[in-house]
């Protein structure tokens, strides 16, 4: 393998040549130049890539090409997809109806959901795309649900705290996610925290699982743990908010950009208008606490969530 190529590009080009519709082929292509490994030796590959990514765009948007759509990609919207997976019966139906004004149907019986639901989930002011999903179990796995996963942006791990087989449940879905190379989700829920005995599974769960996951307990019955369910999601996201301001006036707050963690001044400046980042000389820091009134920046400078810039060109 000359370009060290990384199991998760070799993945995303599996996915590729399995990919049925324009839409597949873009998502699998976007997957696989997001893990390219970026260095001379793969420069043709990432040409050729390209190459087909942009014809795969052209075929998308040819007429009629809108049926081919697969029904169970959801277009993303907000500040990130995030798909809830898991076990029958854990309660991803009910979290996406707690958290969202989308109203997928639960039920006490295992495989109610058969299609995915996305719903907008509010934290602070920013929109974060939820998807409910059907299950993972050994008994049915819908054949196009890995492709969903690895569309998403984040996958949160749903779990029912009282189910006893809830251990064999995690297991199963890791033999699952590292058969399918699909990435492992970074948040584990552990859901009906008001049953009795939750939370001593919490604990134990927490135990073996808490160096691989963000872990939180929560309810989608009572909504105990929710906020803080919605705080750990945007974290995991890895974006920033930023604001702008013009001088003399107030930022307008209600509406943030939305940057990756890791941009820069720069970066802000592009996001706002193309050419401002062209032009700019340099930016005003304010914070909403007043820390930073005015600061003056260069275009190198990492963003913060919530920073508030005023650009001068
Ligand atoms: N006590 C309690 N019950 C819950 C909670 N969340 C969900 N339930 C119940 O658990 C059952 C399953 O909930 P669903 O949301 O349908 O579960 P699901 O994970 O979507 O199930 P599938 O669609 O089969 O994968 C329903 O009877 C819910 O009322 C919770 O936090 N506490
Ligand atoms: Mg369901």
């Known amino acids: 393998m000359p370009a060290n190529l ?17 839409q597949e082929k873009i998502a699998a292509l976007e997957r696989m130049m997001a893990t390219i490994p970026k260095h001379k030796g793969t420069e ?43 076990p029958p019966n854990s309660g991803k139906s009910q979290l996406v109806c707690t958290l969202t004004h989308a109203r997928p149907e639960v039920a006490d019986y295992p495989f109610t959901t058969r299609l995915p639901t996305p719903g907008m989930m509010p934290f602070e002011n920013v929109q974060i795309q939820l998807v ?23 996958g949160v791990l749903v779990v029912d705290l ?8 995690m297991e199963f879905i890791h033999g699952l996610l590292d058969e ?6 970074k948040l584990l829920a552990g859901n009906k925290i008001d049953l009795g005995g939750a939370r001593d599974n919490f604990e134990a769960l927490v135990d073996l699982y808490g160096d691989r996951y963000r872990c939180v307990a929560v309810s989608a019955s009572t909504g105990e743990g929710l906020d803080r369910f919605a705080r750990v999601v945007y974290d995991a996201l890895e974006i920033v908010r930023v604001y702008t301001k ?12 939305i940057l990756r963690r890791g941009s ?15 032009h700019l000389k340099y930016a ?23 920073d508030i810039f005023e650009f001068h060109m």
Do not use: C
Request: glycine share 6%.
């Open 264 to 278: 820069t001044v720069e970066d802000a400046a592009r996001h706002v208008h193309k050419d401002f980042a062209e």
């Open 132 to 154: 409910d999903l059907p299950p993972l179990s050994p008994e049915f796995t819908e054949p196009w649900l890995p492709q969903v996963i690895r569309y998403a942006t984040l």
């Open 44 to 86: 043709k590959l990432q040409a050729e890539i390209k190459r087909r990514l942009s014809q795969a765009r052209k075929d998308s948007q040819k007429k009629g090409a809108a049926h081919a759509a697969p029904f169970y990609l959801i277009k993303k919207e907000g500040a990130g997809q995030v798909v809830l997976v898991g």
């Open 246 to 257: 013009v001088p003399g006036k107030p930022p307008e707050l209600t509406a943030p950009y």
């Open 6 to 22: 990384t199991p998760d590009y070799l993945a995303a080009e599996q996915e590729y040549k399995h990919a049925q519709t324009p």
């Open 180 to 185: 399918r190379r699909l990435p492992v989700p």
């Open 284 to 306: 005003r820091l304010f914070r909403a606490s007043g820390s930073r009134d005015g600061l003056m920046v260069d275009r190198h400078r990492l963003v913060e969530d919530e």
């Open 162 to 169: 009282n189910d006893p087989g809830v251990l064999d449940e």
